[in-house]
């Protein structure tokens, strides 16, 4: 799962070497929190969060095969 949002938050961004995830767990739920640097957050959220919605698209895609719950939580 971290590795999917590594790869399309490089593909997003300008500074593709400031892309950090980490990932935890909650009462069965993978929590992933996205860093990128400050000028390229409005390349990750998109206009009106489309590009955020369509990227936990993708996660609840893949945590569907992976039989568990997954939430992306994009921080500044």
Partial sequence: MKEIVITIAQALVEYPDEVNVTQREENGTVIL?????????????GKQGRVAQAIRTVLKAAAMKEDCRVMLEIVG
């Fill in 33 to 45: 929190e996205l860093r990128v640097a400050e000028s390229d957050m409005g390349k990750v959220i």
